[in-house]
Each structure stands twice: as C-alpha cells, then as structure tokens.
C-alpha cells in the first residue's frame, strides 16, 4: 500500500481536507481516504508540500493536429484559421506527423491528464491511443455540408469507426459544426448515437451566427476559396445553436464546445431543451484565433455543466489543463480554484461517461493523481504521483 499526503487534497467529491491521506494500493486504485495521519507510520507516508487533486480530464483535443504546432497564424479569425488547417494538415510526412501525436501524448501525461474527449478525421492516432496510458474517447468528425453527400460520409464514418473500436478504443461519431455538416448527415450520427455521447464545435465565431440568420459574411468568403457551391443552403433567420440543437436531444451527452459567441438567451434556450449537455471552454485556443473568450460568468449563472479542453497544438502552444485553468481564473476572478478543478476532473469524466473511475479522489476509483502548487492564483503541476 502507499499513503500520500499533501498540505490539502482536493477530493472534488468533497470538501478540501487538509493534511489528509490518501491510501492506494499497488495498482493505484483508491483504498481510503483519511482525515489525518493517526495512526499511521510516519515513515510510511510520502508527504507532500502542495495540492493533490485527481487526473485531469481534456474534454477537447486534436491530436492528430499536434504536427501543426506553430505552423498556424494566430488572431486571424476562424475561417482563416480553417483554411491554413485545410492547407497544411497533409502537407508533413507521416513520420514526422507520427512524432508530433506521440510527444503530444506524453506531454498529456506529464501533465496530468488521465482521460481526452480526442477528436479524429482520420486512423492516424489509432496508435498511439492505444499504447497511451490516458484512457480516449474518440469522436470520428464528419464534415459534409451539402445533404446529398449525407449518407457517403456517414458510411464512411462508420467504417473509421471499426478501425478504432478493433484496437478496443472507445469511439463514437460526432459533427464538426453546424456550418460544415447537413441536418440530414447530422439525423444519421444523431440516430446512431442515440444513448451515446457526442461532441460539437459551436459557435466559435460571430460569423457563424450571421452564416444561420442571413447567409452572408466570412463563410460565404470560405465556400468561394474552397470552390464549394452551397445554393441549397438556406439561412434559418435563428442563431446557430437554434438551428441544429434540436436533433441532439436524445445523444446522452452532448458536449458544446468553445460557445464563444453564445448569448444567453441561446444559452437558456439549449438548457431548456436538453438535460444532457456539457459546455466546454478552451479559453487559450479561443484567444488564439478569435482573440475572445466565452462569457463564463454567464454559463455559471444558468448553472451550465463546464468542462475543459485544449484544443491542438494547431490552435495552443501547449497541451496542459491547468494552463486553461489559469487563464479562466485570472480573466474571471470570481471563478474559485475548486470550482474549476471541478470542471478540469469529474464534470469531464462525467461527460466521457468514465465517472466510475476518473474525476474525484473516492474509495474505489482509480484516478490518478496530481501534485500542485499555487503561486498566487496560478496552479502548475508540479508532478504525477
């Protein structure tokens, strides 16, 4: 058996305790946890000076991204953003991609992250998810806005799909947004994933506000460079997020990711109709392209479920969820580090439907745990015990 201590451990499941102790046994799964040391060998115990909290989870990441690492402009807006992605992802040799999927892996791990909501276009990270030591889920990302092609890419999707579940990897289909995919590709992952859970890129931008309410602006500009004819496209006079949440309301859950551009009342309205959703912020990717941030007291107001996700290295200069953390905190000082070590931990492992052994320092689990320091309000990993 091992027995850690910290100056405070922050079970999530509970209030912060203080000089507690953690009892795990070899395999790392929770036996106890302890109040104080009585009673116990002080040489036994590994003391720690710091917080000690659970294995991070990463609700959003794109691993097989990590090759674009510097490579992409920043504050250049979402659609520029997407047309270097679309420009450069193929353009480095699968060796070096290889490479840059393992060492964005190990820098997970690193920093403690113990579970990634990953999304895939393609097999390229088959591999490495399934020597890691993190637990992925992966979301195969369909992209098909025109509704003849529904069913082509859908098939095709499914098809990915069995090459990830081979290698027995957790992997459901997700879209990537509403301005890239059709309602009636959008019905089939629906309908296939119903009872499973899901992610989407939303509304990450105004422009894809003004793309749903009147048909103009910076995507139109996109179609034109990418020579895509998008005449059956017809704008829905709603925001983006009332044009499509309609026909998520059965996925189990449903994670809403960056909503940098959600009002409150697109925020009220997805509460409204949906009891499974899950709002994730990646604050550093959000100021990396669009130079704004989600408005997160207003999320909190509406008591919406957060979690946490970095994004790629295409749009981050790292892979660290404390980073995130920090970022949030100092831009919103009314968010405590409870509150968003909550959202980096068990709402995360609530989302991936891992919740039975990730997110909280609890009898039976198997969490992983993080050593932290906080200087001022900032926490860094200092390492994973």
Same mark, same amino acid.
């Given at each position: 058996?091992?027995?850690?201590?910290?100056?405070?451990? =922050?079970?999530?499941?509970?209030?912060?305790?203080?000089?507690?102790?953690?009892?795990?046994?070899?395999?790392?799964?929770?036996?106890?946890?302890l109040?104080?040391?009585?009673?116990?060998?002080?040489?036994?115990i590994?003391?720690?000076?710091?917080?000690?909290?659970?294995?991070f989870?990463n609700?959003?990441?794109?691993?097989?991204?990590?090759?674009?690492?510097?490579?992409?402009?920043?504050?250049?807006?979402?659609?520029?953003?997407?047309g270097?992605? +679309?420009?450069?992802r193929?353009?480095?040799?699968?060796?070096i991609?290889?490479?840059?999927?393992?060492?964005?892996?190990?820098?997970?791990?690193?920093?403690?992250?113990?579970?990634?909501?990953?999304?895939?276009?393609?097999?390229?990270?088959?591999?490495?998810? @399934?020597?890691?030591?993190?637990h992925?889920?992966?979301?195969?990302?369909?992209?098909?806005?025109?509704p003849?092609?529904?069913?082509?890419i859908?098939?095709?999707?499914?098809?990915?799909?069995?090459?990830?579940?081979?290698?027995? #990897?957790?992997?459901? #289909?997700?879209?990537?947004?509403?301005?890239?995919?059709?309602?009636?590709?959008?019905?089939?992952?629906?309908?296939?994933n119903?009872?499973?859970?899901?992610?989407?890129?939303? /509304?990450?931008?105004?422009?894809?506000?003004?793309?749903?309410?009147?048909?103009t602006?910076?995507?139109?500009?996109?179609?034109?460079?990418?020579?895509?004819n998008?005449?059956?496209?017809?704008?829905?006079?709603?925001s983006?997020?009332?044009? =499509?949440?309609?026909?998520?309301v059965?996925?189990?859950?449903?994670?809403?990711?960056?909503?940098?551009?959600?009002?409150?009342?697109?925020?009220?309205?997805?509460?409204?109709?949906?009891s499974?959703?899950f709002?994730?912020?990646?604050?550093?990717?959000?100021?990396?392209?669009?130079?704004? #941030?989600?408005?997160?007291?207003?999320?909190?107001?509406?008591?919406?479920?957060?979690?946490?996700?970095?994004?790629?290295?295409?749009?981050?200069?790292?892979?660290s969820?404390t980073?995130?953390?920090?970022?949030?905190?100092?831009?919103?000082?009314?968010?405590?580090?409870n /509150?968003?070590?909550? @959202?980096?931990?068990?709402?995360?492992?609530?989302?991936?439907?891992?919740?039975?052994?990730f997110?909280? +320092?609890?009898k039976?689990?198997k969490p992983g745990?993080?050593?932290?320091e906080?200087?001022?309000?900032?926490?860094?990993?200092?390492?994973?015990?």
């Amino acid at each position: 058996m091992r027995f850690i201590s910290a100056d405070t451990i =922050y079970p999530i499941s509970q209030n912060p305790i203080n000089n507690g102790v953690i009892v795990l046994d070899q395999a790392g799964q929770i036996l106890d946890v302890l109040y104080s040391d009585e009673g116990i060998e002080k040489t036994n115990i590994e003391k720690h000076k710091g917080i000690i909290t659970p294995g991070f989870v990463n609700a959003h990441c794109h691993l097989e991204l990590s090759h674009l690492k510097g490579l992409i402009p920043e504050k250049t807006g979402i659609v520029n953003f997407a047309g270097h992605v +679309i420009g450069k992802r193929n353009s480095i040799s699968e060796e070096i991609k290889q490479e840059a999927i393992r060492l964005a892996d190990e820098e997970m791990q690193r920093n403690g992250i113990v579970a990634v909501g990953d999304i895939s276009n393609d097999d390229s990270t088959i591999e490495v998810k @399934w020597k890691s030591k993190i637990h992925y889920h992966t979301f195969i990302e369909l992209i098909g806005f025109n509704p003849a092609n529904a069913q082509k890419i859908y098939d095709a999707g499914v098809e990915l799909r069995k090459k990830y579940t081979s290698k027995n #990897l957790i992997a459901t #289909l997700a879209p990537h947004a509403p301005y890239s995919v059709s309602l009636a590709l959008m019905n089939l992952i629906a309908n296939e994933n119903d009872g499973k859970s899901t992610t989407i890129h939303n /509304q990450e931008s105004k422009a894809e506000n003004e793309f749903f309410e009147k048909g103009t602006g910076d995507f139109i500009k996109l179609y034109e460079s990418l020579s895509l004819n998008i005449d059956y496209f017809k704008p829905t006079t709603k925001s983006a997020l009332k044009s =499509y949440l309609q026909n998520f309301v059965s996925t189990k859950n449903l994670a809403l990711v960056h909503n940098t551009f959600s009002s409150e009342d697109d925020i009220r309205f997805a509460e409204k109709i949906s009891s499974n959703l899950f709002w994730c912020l990646c604050p550093n990717a959000n100021l990396y392209i669009e130079q704004s #941030l989600p408005n997160v007291p207003l999320l909190m107001q509406n008591n919406c479920k957060i979690v946490i996700g970095t994004d790629s290295l295409a749009s981050n200069h790292q892979l660290s969820i404390t980073d995130e953390l920090n970022k949030l905190i100092k831009q919103f000082p009314a968010i405590s580090i409870n /509150q968003a070590l909550s @959202w980096a931990t068990k709402s995360g492992a609530e989302f991936l439907g891992m919740q039975n052994e990730f997110g909280s +320092i609890e009898k039976g689990k198997k969490p992983g745990l993080v050593l932290l320091e906080e200087e001022k309000r900032d926490v860094i990993v200092k390492g994973v015990l």
